[in-house]
Each structure stands twice: as structure tokens, then as C-alpha cells.
């Protein structure tokens, strides 16, 4: 496809499907390649035909098909396209994505894919308002997937409400302010660290947390997305690599604070990894011995790196965010920090033993500024991501 941008446009079953024609039409006079995937029940309101008439492109339909899988294998289907919508997207399907089902081309194609997702719902009124049904939305949400609509009207099934799918020129401008969005950061050099570090103790042992790393390499993801030339220094991390990112890897807090300052300059600086505190004042090249007593190790404070970014003398970058791992009153011990590191903001979060904040996938913040504090609602490492990529985009538009 040489279009600029591509669409995965996934086709579920409904009445809306014949609707899905119209938005094929209007994204390639926008501009937009489309390569469609039809559902077995789409199928039954319109024709594969009609689809590759309009798009310009083969239809995919069974993820059985040999053939299909010769040419194109679901996982690259669904990373061919920078963005994946699904119109009509019904109940059904909307429960799949949230559970994680996958058994069909489509719902395989959504688990694997690595790009944004929009869906554009369409069903009777009353599944729409069902509890199974907003429960599964606010999951998908929490993902980071946008929704439009539904619209209010009148359904094929004779009944008045909220169901009917957004028109197709509402879901193509929601396709095009993405594309556009995508871009807000672009020209700006973004720095993250992620993930612990390892103080070594001897060839064996070392000192370290129980830090993961989602939560960096979630924000790294998400400035590279809005067009950030990102650049990650994440500790040692079970973590994959984010796509369109430059990573370095550390293991210590001098190797993590060397790596950032040859990474400057840099217009934002995101700070989430969880550094330690101390490192063994003396490293024992040989393995330390079980005696009748366990060795005393002495410890020395390790380099505080948010504070020697933040104060940095030649380069220091316009935004300076930290994060502070907090037990108790986490914004009470939070606050002070903002200005004892030098930093513009912090995000606090509460790691207390049973939050499940360290190495799980939910998070809570409280974003300390000098004008004041914003709670956010307990959600997703992606989505904390998104939301702090959002507030950065609008600190350089101001």
C-alpha cells in the first residue's frame, strides 16, 4: 500500500456492516489505505467483492486459509497498518477484545496487534446499556482503545436509543485527528529510564527492587507514538523493547546515570525507574562464604540522577518529570521532593505491600506541580502512560 497512512478495517456482523462500504470510501478519498478484514457473520450483509471493489485491496476472511497465510500471516496483518479500526464493532466482539478471545482472523488479528485500536460500537439499545456490555468497555478503554459512538436513534430492530454506529464521516475524523495527533511531539527528543538497578555485591549477589519496568517502557512507547525521538535507559527488565525506541541497557545507578547524561541534550526527561538507594561500598570479586556469621556489607549512597538531570548545569531539558515510589502518606512525602530534586513534576504512587503496584499492571497517581495536585483514578500502566504523554503535549503547545 503507498498511502502516507493505512487502516486495518475490521468488518463485524450487524446490520451497520453495509455502512463499513461508505467509510472504505471516505478514507481513501482521504488519503487512507485500507485493508479490510471480513467476519464470517459480515459476510452475510456484504460481499468480499464489494469490499475489495472499494478498498483496492484482497479481503481477508479466514485465518484457516493457507493461502492467506502464505501471503500475509495474522501477526503481520495486523502490524501492516498503523491503525486498526473495527466498524461495525458489536457486543460480541467488544466482549472477545476484553477477555482476550481469539477465535477467529479477526480477534486473533486485535490480540496481536501492536497499533492503536479505535472501535465504533453498533447494537440494540438494550445490549448497549447492559452491564456485561459498559463492564467490557471500560476494560477496553483502560487499554488505551478510543471509542465512537454509539449515536442515538432508531434500530433496525424498531427501538429508539443509544446502539447505532457513528456515521462514517464522525469515524473518519476520528481517523484523522489520530494521524494528526501522532505528530505532536515530533521534533522533540524525549529521555526515559525504566525498570531497576543491580548492585552487584559479588560475582553472584546484588541489591535491587521489585520494579518491572511497565511503567517506563509504557511512557516510552507512548512519547515515541506522539512523534518523540525517545530515547530509553532501562535497568535490567523481562520487558520487551518498545517499538520505535532507542534503548540502552544498564545495570548499576552510575552506569544508568552515565547513559543519561551522554543522551542529552534532551527536550523531555521522564524518570520511572526505581533506582537504588545504595550500592555496596566495596565489591567482592570473589563469592562471599557462608561463616559463622553473615558478612557485614557497608553501603554508600548511590548518584541521585533525577536530581543531577534536573540541576544540570549546560543541559538541562525543558520538562523534568520523576517519579517517587511512596509507603504511607505518599503525597505528603511526595510534595517535597519537587523542589529538593529540581524537577517540574512528580508522580507519586503508592507502593505499599499488597497494592500490587511493583510488577503488576495497574497504577495510581498523584501529580504534584507547584500549582497543586491531581489525584488520577486507579487504571492502567498504558493508560497512566497515555494521560502523562497527553499533559506533556499540551505543556508544549501552550
Known sequence: MGNANRVLLIISGGIAAYKSLDLIRQLISQGIGVRSILTSSAAE???????TALSGEKVYTDIFSLTDESEMGHIQLSRSVDLVVVAPATANILARMAQGICDDLATTALLATDKPVIVAPAMNVRMWEHTATQEN???????????????????????????????????VKTVIDHFSSKQRLKGKRALVTSGPTYEPIDPVRFIANRSSGKQGHAIAAALANMGADTILVSGPTAEPDPQG???????????MLAACESS???????????????????????????????????????????????????????????FAAETGDVVGKARPKLRRKGCDWILANDVSIGTGTFGGD?????????????????????????????????????
Not at 465512537?148 to 447505532?164: D, I, S, W, Y
Not at 500549582?371 to 503547545?397: N, Q, S
Open 45 to 51: 450483509f456484504i460481499t468480499p467483492l464489494s469490499v
Open 137 to 171: 468497555l471500560v476494560k477496553l478503554r483502560d487499554r488505551g482503545i478510543i471509542v465512537v459512538g454509539p449515536e442515538n436513534g432508531e434500530m433496525a430492530c424498531g427501538e429508539f436509543g443509544p446502539g447505532r454506529m457513528a456515521e462514517p464521516a464522525t469515524i
Open 264 to 322: 542529552l541534550p534532551a527536550n523531555i526527561a521522564i524518570f520511572a525507574a526505581a533506582v537504588a538507594d545504595w550500592r555496596p561500598s566495596q565489591l567482592s570479586y570473589d563469592k562471599l562464604k557462608k561463616g559463622n556469621s553473615a558478612p557485614v556489607i557497608e553501603t554508600t549512597e548511590n548518584p541521585d540522577i533525577l536530581k543531577t538531570i534536573a540541576n544540570h548545569a549546560n543541559n538541562r531539558p525543558d520538562l523534568v518529570i520523576g
Open 362 to 398: 495497574l497504577n495510581t497517581i498523584h501529580m504534584i506541580q507547584e500549582a497543586g495536585t491531581e489525584h488520577w483514578p486507579e487504571m492502567t500502566k498504558v493508560r497512566v502512560a497515555d494521560c502523562l504523554v497527553e499533559k506533556i503535549c499540551k505543556y508544549f503547545e501552550k
Open 245 to 255: 525506541v532507542a534503548v540502552l541497557h544498564v545495570e548499576s545507578a552510575k552506569e
